[in-house]
């Protein structure tokens, strides 16, 4: 548990401080230095620890291609292909929005836990609770943010679109984890999807000159926020970690139940940091959110 709550706290923090990257710089480029950071985090603690492939398990593994793709392949490639849906959806709505559904990623993750490895989850009245009470809370946030956003509704509605097929791409990666992990450690897990989107942000660096949130077309390499890039990548690095570790020894939907946390963090903290002002339906979605938390933990000592 300690492990899942710590992942939605970083993943909370990063959030905010990835908004104050992107309002200074482009979004690949940005991409791109965070995910270097958080790549050799994750790189020096495998040669820090001695993990590796298969290392630490109870039986080794015999490695070959079909074996790397089986455990490697889905977490990678849901994990690019999410944050690519999610840059894409960043081109059509409004931060505000597209981060309102993403918060639903926990949710996610436990509809596909639910959908592929059903046996796996112990379904009580707190459970489901919690379920109908985060549903509810995230889902007054939604409504929120798509009313901010009236003009070019079309165009909304493809990030809509965008968003949502990331949420559930991210899902689908997320419940890969607990059976990837059954063949290697989660540092090794965690550094494949990092070096993953590293790969993808310098491609995409290289072929598109793009900026999908920035203030200025064009930013000079002294004004690139270095320090900020530095806190995010390197908190991202910790936050897959502790990710990994909370799916090695969590089942995956009480992975995304506290991940829900997150967004109850991201609204306290953009209250009491960033003095962003909360209307009452703010408040109300928020304690239903954080009502949801005391009910799931609370159904684990039923």
């Known amino acids: 548990m300690i492990w899942a709550f710590a992942a939605a706290i970083s993943f909370a923090a990063m959030d905010l401080l990835w908004r104050r990257v992107l309002m200074q710089t482009g979004y690949w480029k940005a991409l791109l230095f965070r995910s270097t950071f958080s790549s050799v985090l994750l790189l020096a603690l ?10 630490g398990l109870e039986e080794a593994v015999p490695w070959d291609a079909k074996a790397v793709i089986r455990v490697f392949g889905i977490p990678v490639l849901t994990g690019v292909g999410g944050l690519l849906l999610f840059s894409l959806a960043l081109r059509h709505a409004p931060v505000h929005l597209v981060a309102a559904i993403v918060n639903l990623t926990g949710l996610s993750v436990v509809f596909w836990n639910g959908w592929l490895y059903p046996e796996q989850i112990e379904w009580s009245g707190w459970l489901i609770g919690s379920l109908l009470t985060a549903f509810t809370g995230l889902a007054i946030w939604l409504v929120l943010s798509s009313k901010l956003q009236r003009s070019n509704e079309g165009k909304m509605a493809w990030g809509l679109v965008l968003s949502v097929l990331a949420v559930l791409t991210w899902g689908r990666g997320y419940v890969q984890y607990a059976e990837s992990l059954k063949e290697t450690d989660a540092l090794t897990l965690a550094a494949s999807v990092e070096l993953g989107v590293f790969m993808m942000a310098l491609l995409l660096t290289v072929i598109s000159r793009s900026q999908v949130i920035s203030r200025a077309q064009s930013q000079r390499w002294n004004e690139t926020p270095w320090r900020l890039l530095f806190l ?5 690095g910790f936050a897959a970690w502790a990710l990994c570790m909370a799916f090695d020894e969590w089942p995956a939907y009480k992975v995304g139940m506290v991940t829900l946390l997150t967004p109850v963090l991201v609204v306290s903290w953009s209250a009491l940091v960033a003095k962003e002002k909360l209307t009452m339906a703010d408040v109300v979605a928020f304690l239903l959110v954080l009502a949801s938390q005391v009910l799931f933990v609370w159904s684990e000592w039923d």
């Not at 495998?46 to 290392?55: R, S």
């Not at 995010?232 to 991202?236: L, P, R, S």
């Open 232 to 236: 995010v990548g390197t908190g991202v």
């Open 46 to 55: 495998i040669v820090w620890t001695g993990q590796g492939l298969g290392q």
